[in-house]
Nanobody, 115 residues
Framework: QVQLVESGGGLVQAGGSLRLSCAAS????????MGWYRQVPGKQRELVAS???????NYADSVKGRFTISRDNAKNTVFLQMNSLKPEDTSVYYC?????????WGQGTQVTVSS
């Protein structure tokens, strides 16, 4: 059973920072690409960042230079360091991993950035 558990969200002022964590279980973590997505009500879930087993990263244009995705394979955990947060970053952030053809998601963690 694949499980993803996000943590680290909260309420911050614009310009502040948060670090999100996603702990994975039920997978061979080091062989999978993982990603962070975000979604607000009424809008599509969008990719924020992804990281391959080898550590290659990809970011949405809106977060480049501000967010950093990383992974600790020994701990089956992926992180999203979010700096210089903006109100438009407010969303529920979800951790994602694909096993075979199935997309797995965590429950999400709320990030709210006040202006």
């Amino acid at each position: 059973q694949v499980q993803l558990v996000e943590s680290g969200g909260g309420l911050v002022q614009a310009g502040g920072s948060l670090r999100l964590s996603c702990a994975a279980s039920g997978i061979i973590f080091r062989f999978n690409t993982m990603g962070w997505y975000r979604q607000v009500p009424g809008k599509q879930r969008e990719l924020v960042a992804s990281i391959t087993p080898g550590g290659n990263t990809n970011y949405a244009d809106s977060v480049k230079g501000r967010f950093t995705i990383s992974r600790d394979n020994a701990k089956n955990t992926v992180f999203l360091q979010m700096n210089s947060l903006k109100p438009e970053d407010t969303s529920v952030y979800y951790c994602n991993i694909v096993k075979s053809t199935t997309w797995y998601w965590g429950q999400g963690t709320q990030v709210t950035v006040s202006s």
